[in-house]
């Protein structure tokens, strides 16, 4: 099973600033099959990048996802106040089938 | 539009059945794409459950696999998930969602049902 580490827990920034989110897998993973989430309170994930660093329909240009192997990056270039949420990576292979990382929550400084 | 909708009991009693079902409008289920299921423990991460493919074919989560069935009635469009001897640890938000084959990938999500597993 392939596991994914996100990294920082916890990110405070402050609007306008540049957020920096990583995902690390503990094996190498396609990155046709990584992808990126937003949850906020009391709400279903909302798909921002798939296959790495492609935006989902809908989804502002300050977003952006790279990387491959096994380190993942989702980078938000300037910060709106509506981008305060868990952000969660997860990658599509074998069994099981899809796996999560545990979530980055961008907070507000 | 693609929407899914979780409907069924909020409430289960220990050991016993939990049945979900996630009526899809906007996009025939027969027409491809994964449908699956994902929960969320309250104030923790996701968890996937497990798909079906429009053929029938079943993926399961090998750490549920022995309590779990979903089947597809494709006349209804519509998807159900049963989760055997349920326990408190299977208390969690439970969401539907639609999974894409070629980017691995879940584009579309229900709002979520809470079940709680609670006598």
Redesign the interface.
């Known amino acids: 099973e392939i596991v994914l580490t996100q990294s920082p827990g916890t990110l405070s920034l402050s609007p306008g600033e540049r957020a920096t989110l990583s995902c690390r897998a503990s094996q190498s993973v396609s990155s046709?099959?990584l992808?990126w989430?937003q949850q906020k309170p009391g709400?279903?994930?909302?798909?921002l990048i798939?296959?790495a660093s492609?935006r989902?329909t809908g989804v502002p240009d300050r977003f952006s996802g790279s990387g491959s192997g096994t380190d993942f990056t989702l980078t938000i270039s300037r910060l709106e106040p509506e981008d305060f949420a868990v952000y969660?990576c997860?990658?599509?292979?074998s069994?099981?089938?899809?796996?999560?990382?545990?979530?980055t929550k961008l907070e507000i400084k | 539009q693609v929407q899914l909708q979780e409907s069924g009991p909020g409430l289960v009693k220990p050991s016993e059945t939990l049945s979900l079902t996630c009526t899809v409008s906007g996009y025939s289920i027969s027409s491809g794409f994964y449908w699956g299921w994902?929960r969320q423990p309250p104030g923790k991460?996701?968890?996937?459950i497990g798909?079906i493919y429009h053929s029938g074919d079943t993926?399961y989560?090998?750490?549920l696999k022995s309590r779990l069935t979903i089947s597809v009635d494709t006349s209804k469009n519509q998807f159900s998930l049963k989760l055997i001897s349920v326990t408190a640890a299977d208390t969690a938000v439970y969401?539907c969602a639609r999974?894409?084959k070629n980017?691995?990938?879940?584009?579309y999500?229900?709002?979520?049902t809470l079940v709680t597993v609670s006598s």
């Open positions: 046709s099959y992808a989430y709400q279903a994930p909302r798909l798939y296959g492609s989902a969660y997860q990658q599509y292979g069994s099981p089938m899809y796996t999560f990382g545990q979530g | 994902i991460g996701l968890e996937w798909n993926y989560n090998p750490s969401y999974g894409d980017w691995g990938s879940i584009d999500w229900g709002q979520g």
